[in-house]
């Protein structure tokens, strides 16, 4: 976690909706500019097959819009409802859009094989970010535990692996919860 990363290492769906977040200031939308997406990107290294795109290569208008739907598909199907038609065509729209083949060849005396995406470093990026997100939402263990941050005035999203987790991050909203309520009890016994 960083002070300009809000929450980072969970799902890759997860990790993208959570890019629109709240700050002391308001609404902070990594997505605004490149100055905001490229560090939410390098934080993803590893998890996404090709190697982080130049500075203007991505068209965060198209990625905004693909945040947008995979937050209203993830939002009702946690809560056992049908997501909108539109986020579903978007989400195979996007896949669609940067094809997914197996490329071989010979190294050490055998074939190997590498899945390759084709396409612009947009349509990989959101076909990456779209499989993702088909994955999280038909795995009914994984979505079941899909949690919004019960801290004060914040949206985040995570996966709870143990069943307690309430917050995003116990270091920040987890103790303004504590805090809040330790000022409560203070108060009351003053009072």
């Known amino acids: 976690m960083s002070d300009k990363l809000p929450l980072v290492g969970e799902p890759l769906p997860l990790d993208l909706i959570n890019t629109l977040a709240n700050g002391p200031a308001g609404e902070v939308d990594l997505l605004d500019s490149t100055e905001g997406f490229h560090p939410w990107l390098d934080a993803q290294a590893g998890r996404l097959a090709r190697p982080a795109p130049a500075p203007g290569e991505i068209d965060l208008d198209a990625l905004r819009a693909l945040r947008g739907r995979i937050g209203a598909a993830v939002d009702c199907a946690r809560e056992g409802v049908e997501p909108p ?85 116990p270091v920040l909203c987890g103790n303004r919860v504590r805090v809040g309520r330790y000022y409560q009890r203070h108060k009351e016994d003053a009072g």
């Open 85 to 169: 038609a539109q986020a579903l065509r978007a989400l195979t729209r996007a896949q669609l859009a940067g094809p997914l083949h197996r490329e071989l060849t010979w190294a050490d005396g055998s074939v190997t094989a590498a899945r390759v995406r084709t396409g612009s470093a947009t349509d990989v990026l959101l076909a990456e970010l779209a499989d993702a997100t088909v994955d999280l939402l038909t795995d009914p263990v994984s979505l079941g535990r899909v949690r919004r941050c019960e801290g004060p005035g914040c949206r985040l999203l995570f996966l709870a692996v143990n069943p307690r987790r309430r917050w995003c991050s």
